[in-house]
């Protein structure tokens, strides 16, 4: 596709269940970074991906986080036993050579 | 650790107001920075850049920011705002080695017609 598609684009899920949320990129792209949003919060960086390996996970908050990438491409960030804390939208972005970041639309993820 | 600062947590304009909103960052060395917009219910959208050069970078939609080593600063302007300026703004810097960026905590803007 033309740009950084993520899905499901909301989740509602209960707390204490685990989650999978996915990241398509530009095609070509080869860094990937996920980023999350919450109110009063603002982007707060999780993960970074060059290629498959993930050389920068500091802002993963906790164990529960976790995330992977295959074949250069495709993103899953898992959150496991969800909390209502975990509620945000969470972004992923692209890049070609990690000087221009190109967003997705996001993840909303709604914790009951 | 890079950090970046945004002064402004809720700016209210009315229509033809001119738009400074302020960007600090703590990094001595090299920096790239950018301004991003999220307008209600979209995406996130570069507004601007710079990398290098001349130190006021001209945008889309008539942004423009201007880069002050000196003061670590790179403060958004717009000469007259449009209630369709309304968004969420975003400033960050780029960490060199990684390419993420680093965000400031955002300035809502809210353009009254």
């Known amino acids: 596709g033309a740009g950084v598609s993520q899905s499901p684009s909301n989740k509602v899920t209960e707390k204490g269940k685990d989650v999978e949320l996915r990241c398509d990129p530009i095609?070509?792209?080869?860094?990937l970074y996920w980023y999350r949003q919450s109110l009063g919060q603002g982007l707060e960086f999780l993960i970074y991906?060059?290629?498959?390996?993930?050389?920068?996970k500091s802002g993963l908050p906790s164990d529960r986080f976790s995330a992977e990438r295959t074949g250069g491409s495709v993103s899953t960030l898992t959150i496991q036993r969800t909390q209502q804390e975990d509620s945000a939208v969470y972004l992923c972005?692209?890049?070609?050579?990690?000087?221009?970041?190109?967003f997705g639309s996001g993840t909303q993820l709604s914790v009951l | 650790a890079q950090s970046v600062s945004q002064h402004n947590h809720h700016v209210i304009l009315s229509e033809a107001a001119s738009l400074e909103l302020g960007c600090n960052y703590s990094?001595?060395?090299?920096?790239?920075l950018f301004w991003y917009v999220q307008y209600p219910g979209q995406h996130l959208q570069l507004l601007l850049k710079?990398?290098?050069?001349?130190?006021l970078v001209k945008g889309i939609k008539g942004f423009e920011a201007e880069f002050i080593k000196s003061k670590f600063s790179f403060n958004l302007r717009k000469p007259s705002v449009q209630w369709s300026d309304t968004a969420e703004y975003f400033c960050?810097?780029?960490?060199?080695?990684?390419?993420?960026?680093?965000f400031g905590q955002g300035t809502t803007l809210q353009v009254k017609p």
């Open positions: 972005a692209s890049s070609l050579d990690r000087s221009l970041l190109f």
């Open positions: 991906f060059q290629g498959n390996s993930a050389p920068d």
């Open positions: 960050a810097v780029r960490e060199s080695n990684t390419g993420k960026l680093i």
């Open positions: 710079y990398f290098s050069g001349d130190p």
């Open positions: 990094y001595g060395g090299t920096v790239n």
């Open positions: 095609s070509g792209h080869t860094a």
